[in-house]
């Protein structure tokens, strides 16, 4: 479980860590609605989980407008490497 997940942080307190350990594998490294900001600087929101498991640091996200933060444009893969952080919200 990655420990910079909330999921992973509330393990063993709000959630039992085996149903905690389930909730990551399947959402994957960002779960969906996760704002990040990419290393070219574009601000993207995820948009669905990984689709195999060999993908997990591989989120499906699309673009967010700045101020708002929806989604617009095509669905598209980014790599762990390509994220620079999360951001809140």
Do not use: I
């Amino acid at each position: 479980m990655t420990d910079d997940s909330a999921v992973a942080r509330a393990a063993g307190t709000l959630y039992q860590p085996a149903l905690a350990q389930v909730m990551v594998n399947a959402l994957g490294l960002h779960p969906p609605g996760t704002v990040l900001e990419l290393a070219d600087g574009r601000m993207v929101r995820v948009a669905a989980p990984p689709a195999s498991p060999d993908r997990f640091a591989r989120p499906v996200v699309q673009v967010a407008q700045p101020g708002t933060r929806l989604p617009t444009g095509p669905p598209f893969d980014v790599g762990a490497e390509a994220v620079r952080r999360v951001l809140p919200g």
